[in-house]
């Protein structure tokens, strides 16, 4: 397996063993901060999963194409994963689910329901260059921030053991390009966890963001 060279070295964030990931830095105004999210889930027995996203902030910025139909952003963060019991593996994957004309709903608990002008569902996006995906309204795609190249395939999530993972990133960029209309875009944090009782993924949404 082949790292991409975004991934650039180890880290010790909040107590956690985090991944630093490096984008493309610009110097562009409009930043801001995001308030991040927690989520905690009881998964029986005596097992438990923590997920904390935070120090996420965005930073809107002039895309490549300079036409008004597209948006690009730059946006940092950091992510920690907490585990306590009997956690037979974890896998992490994260990123930004990126829309146009859809409305990120958010309920309880960092979850959020998806609602489009058109209900064209979920796209898979173009991707472009600086991470840009072609959207119509109520499209969506997703733009990973774990990105490590295989033999085969690209490789979207890290596994981590010993109870603690998470990663840090910085100045990600992405946008959109085609979209009349409003654009926008929220972290997805997901945790896939297995013991000996349980299977499955703990999802957390951060607060959805305008790309203008």
């Given at each position: 397996?082949?790292k991409n060279s975004r991934i650039a070295a180890g880290a010790a964030v909040a107590g956690a ?175 896939q966890a297995k013991t000996d009782t349980f299977k499955g993924n703990i999802t957390l949404y ?7």
């Amino acid at each position: 397996m082949k790292k991409n060279s975004r991934i650039a070295a180890g880290a010790a964030v909040a107590g956690a063993a985090l991944i630093a990931v490096s984008g493309t830095v610009a110097g562009t105004a409009d930043a801001g901060k995001l308030p991040g999210g927690f989520k905690s889930k009881n998964l029986g027995d005596g097992n438990s999963i923590q997920i904390r996203l935070f120090d996420e902030s965005v930073t809107r910025t002039k895309a490549v194409t300079n036409i008004p139909t597209s948006r690009e952003v730059l946006v940092s963060g950091k992510i920690a994963i907490t585990t306590k019991g009997d956690i037979k593996g974890a896998t992490l994957t994260s990123g930004y689910q990126v829309g146009c004309q859809v409305n990120f709903g958010a309920s309880g608990e960092g979850g959020a329901g998806v609602t489009g002008d058109t209900a064209k569902g979920t796209a898979s996006g173009t991707s472009e260059v600086g991470g840009g995906f072609k959207l119509g309204p109520g499209e969506t795609a997703f733009k990973p921030i774990i990105n490590v190249s295989g033999d085969e395939d690209d490789i979207n999530s890290i596994s981590f053991t010993k109870g603690r993972g998470g990663l840090a990133y910085s100045q990600e960029r992405f946008g959109v390009d085609g979209c009349a209309g409003h654009a926008s875009a929220r972290a997805i944090v997901k945790v896939q966890a297995k013991t000996d009782t349980f299977k499955g993924n703990i999802t957390l949404y951060g607060k959805p963001f305008s790309l203008g």
